[in-house]
């Protein structure tokens, strides 16, 4: 398992690696070697039938290899009654990303959720998206509201 320091396949230094810590939690909140235990026992006393259970770490790359690909826009509007209006360049296609995105602004811009609306993805407001694709919405276009509120 990775550790900080070390350099990937794509020859990346990881920096602040905390991929045992997660691992660690995973375990632990899952109660895997209990339930482990729990599916041994099983095991032992079944002849013919048997259960399994396993935990594998998986690893994938995310973003474009047409690296000019990977960049993302964000529109924030800030009213005078406190009030968000953002947008972003990601399509929302029930994986969720509106709803990050709003969480996002949430944390960076330090107000409740409900105070933030979200306009859906238009070229008029955001132009030059890239597809939402390659498992890299969330980052690309999170970056680009965090970056949009910071400037």
Known sequence: MYQEGDL???NQTLTRCNIRKCWQKVLSQSDFYQRKNEVDVFNS???WKKRGIAVIP????????ATFMNQAGALILVYTDGSVLLTHGGTEMGQGLHTKMIQVASRALKI???RIH????????VPNTS?????ASSDL???AVI?????
Request: glycine content about 6%; proline content about 5%.
């Open 141 to 143: 276009n999170g970056m």
């Open 58 to 65: 998986t690893k994938f790359g995310i973003s474009f290899t």
């Open 131 to 135: 597809p939402t694709a390659a498992s």
């Open 118 to 125: 979200i306009s859906e993805t238009s070229t008029n407001t």
């Open 8 to 10: 990937t396949h794509f």
């Open 147 to 151: 970056v949009s509120y910071i400037y």
């Open 45 to 47: 006393e079944n002849r």
């Open 112 to 114: 409740p959720v409900d």
